[in-house]
């Protein structure tokens, strides 16, 4: 996510936080360059031209100039900037409840609809909501197949369908959500290729009938500013809530994340990072303006954590290290618990400055043959790695499909680990990111 204009960002804020005092003709510069920058990540340039003004206003004032960390002021101030950019000021929700609420999933084909619905199902199944996925798409039989697989796949209750239009569909669905007690019903609209009027007129009268708590367009970031012009194509006719801006886990430029809220005044509420049924997150601007800047995501990994760490567990291991009993088995029931958080590509851009390293040289490949290392030895070796001489790391590196010098090197940073994390633990060595 973001990462050409994340890197080009860290690097000209790098380049100012080395300067002691920044002058007026630095701070232009300095501008200069993330107009640039915006302009390259696809931006829509009228959008570059008023944040660049307001950047203007703010960060060429007294705050900045005589400022005796000029460089993490501005930092500071363009992420304010950014971060009162990208929001409403509203907070953001999903507006679920009602009986039954309903929320409508518009947007063109193949922008992620069917794939929104299914996740966001699952997204209000951890708040408490019974969601009712329906297909509203009867111009491709696939498309009703297609939601139906994935609701199964995901435990989620699918409306089957009898009825012959599309209005009448949702009157029925409406019907059976009220009888079953769930809430919302989703409504997983049809999606044309290109926006034309038949589609449009299907959708006004779905929502007339329906009037739905929450109407949101489905968008790919991936076309960038075409995603606005798809929005505001959309707007003239059937008004919205929000947006869903999809695939931003792709290398999309990030042009249309920094350009949608401005261009129709709606707010980006979701944002979909991946292609399983469990990645889509709430839309944060703070969160994001930070991820933009490089400066990470600690707020999203934290959640992220906490829904799938098992928090006992994480406290009897904190507690072993601490007494030293942190053993190669407790490592690799970590090593699973942390994989339950995604890839961790996605992860390096939560954490502050990871992007600005460059390439991370922990990856998932990596992390599979450390498991296998650890599949491949004894109970007793797990437990007291000292045993592991010469010819039991030649065993394990056979058995594991490695080497013995991954092997080697596994023992040899376990060592490291445990020794850090024991200071960790006693409190010798602050938070291990920077400006925490
Ligand atoms: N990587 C990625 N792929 C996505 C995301 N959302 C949807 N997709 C993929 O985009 C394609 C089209 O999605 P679909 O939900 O069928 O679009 P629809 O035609 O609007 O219903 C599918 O291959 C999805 O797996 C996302 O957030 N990330
Ligand atoms: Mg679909």
Do not use: W
């Amino acid at each position: 996510m973001f990462d050409n204009i994340t890197a080009r960002l860290s690097e000209i804020f790098r380049k100012l936080g080395r300067k002691a005092k920044l002058s007026k003709k630095d701070v232009e510069k300095g501008l200069k360059d993330i107009r640039l920058a915006l302009l390259e990540a696809d931006v829509n340039y009228k959008v570059v031209k008023e944040f660049i003004a307001r950047l203007e206003k703010s960060a060429t004032g007294e705050r900045v100039l005589k400022s005796f960390t000029p460089g993490e002021t501005l930092l500071k101030v363009v992420y304010e900037e950014l971060r009162d950019f990208l929001s409403t000021k509203k907070k953001i929700e999903i507006k679920a409840d009602g009986r039954p609420g309903v929320v409508m999933l518009i947007g063109l084909q193949g922008s992620g609809k069917t794939t929104t619905a299914v996740k966001l199902a699952n997204f209000l199944r951890k708040k408490g909501k019974r969601s009712l996925l329906v297909p509203c798409d009867l111009k491709r039989p696939a498309a009703v197949e297609q939601l139906k697989i994935m609701a199964e796949q995901n435990n989620l209750s699918f409306y089957e369908i009898k009825e012959k239009t599309v209005v009448k569909i949702g009157k029925g669905a409406l019907e059976s959500a009220k009888k079953e007690c769930l809430t919302p019903v989703i409504l997983d609209t049809a999606g044309r290729l290109h926006i034309d009027d038949v589609m449009l007129e299907e959708l006004v009268q779905l929502k007339k009938l329906l009037s739905p708590k929450e109407v949101l367009l489905v968008l790919d970031s991936m076309t960038g500013q075409d995603a606005v012009n798809i929005g505001l194509e959309f707007q003239k006719k059937v008004d919205f809530d929000g947006t869903v801006l999809t695939k931003m886990d792709g290398d999309a430029r990030g042009g249309a994340a920094l350009s949608l809220k401005y261009v129709t005044g709606k707010p980006i509420k979701l944002i979909g990072t991946g292609e399983r049924p469990d990645d889509l997150e709430l839309f944060h601007a703070d969160r994001m303006a930070s991820r933009i800047l490089g400066m990470g995501d600690i707020s999203t990994l934290i959640e992220r954590a906490e829904e799938v760490i098992d928090k006992e567990e994480a406290e009897e291991a904190a507690k072993k290290f601490k007494e030293d009993r942190f053993t190669l088995e407790d490592f690799r029931k970590q090593i699973k618990m942390v994989k339950k958080l995604g890839p961790l590509e996605k992860l390096a851009g939560m954490i502050p400055g990871m992007k600005s390293m460059g390439q991370m040289d922990v990856d998932d490949d990596a992390i599979k043959r450390i498991e296998a290392i650890i599949n491949s030895m004894t109970v007793d070796e797990r437990g007291n790695p000292k045993v592991i001489n010469g010819s039991r790391r030649k065993r394990i590196a056979i058995g594991s499909g490695t080497t013995v010098r991954e092997v080697n090197r596994l023992l040899k940073d376990f060592e490291m680990m445990k020794k850090m994390m024991k200071q960790f633990s006693k409190g010798k060595i602050g938070f291990p990111f920077p400006g925490k």
